[in-house]
């Protein structure tokens, strides 16, 4: 790269290949990879049970959740998504779900977050959870493809996304607790 009144010297092309290399290390992980980051959590005790079986797609740990509402308790298998780069990922170009299957994402510290169907190809419920685990709200049948924020109304502690359609099967409602 030659700039304007710069002469062509070796060091200029090494900088430019360091800013390079820089740049791409900087870029979001790919599927399966582990940050220092993500192993500094696991190794100081990420809110993922060191039992948790792996899912075979995304290779996140996969724990029980409990959804209770005013026709019983329903358990559910989700992944926990709890680095800020499984959290971006989520279910992004996901093709198949279980009516029993699901993605939490913890939030610690609580706060008030916005979700989106950016390259989500199934319809979801995303359900947003206070920091008493009781539902403040839900985007049910989220429409895939769309990016109209979706917020919480309030600050949620985790967000619960499930398949289209499934917190209103098991009648779902604000209020109610979920437990993982």
Not at 10 to 27: D, E, N, Q
Request: hydrophobic letters at 45%; a neutral charge.
């Amino acid at each position: 790269m030659n700039m304007p009144n710069m002469p062509n010297m070796p060091w200029t092309r090494l900088a430019c290949l360091a800013l390079l290399i820089t740049a791409v290390g900087c870029s979001p992980l790919a599927a399966g990879s582990t940050s220092a980051q993500d192993t500094a959590q696991a190794a100081a005790g990420s809110s993922q049970p060191a039992s948790a079986a792996p899912h075979p797609v995304s290779g996140l740990a996969v724990v029980p959740l409990t959804v209770t509402t005013a026709s019983g308790a329903h358990v559910f298998k989700v992944e926990v998504a709890a680095s800020y780069a499984d959290q971006e990922r989520g279910l992004m170009f996901r093709q198949v779900m279980g009516a029993d299957e699901g993605m939490i994402f913890p939030m610690d510290p609580p706060r008030r977050t916005a979700f989106w169907m950016k390259n989500t190809v199934i319809p979801l419920d995303i359900i947003f959870l206070g920091p008493d685990r009781k539902v403040l709200n839900i985007a049910a049948n989220a429409v895939p493809y769309d990016l109209t924020p979706l917020p919480s109304d309030g600050d949620a502690a985790g967000v619960l996304e499930l398949i289209g359609g499934r917190a209103a099967q098991i009648g779902l409602k604000r209020g109610d607790r979920i437990n993982w």
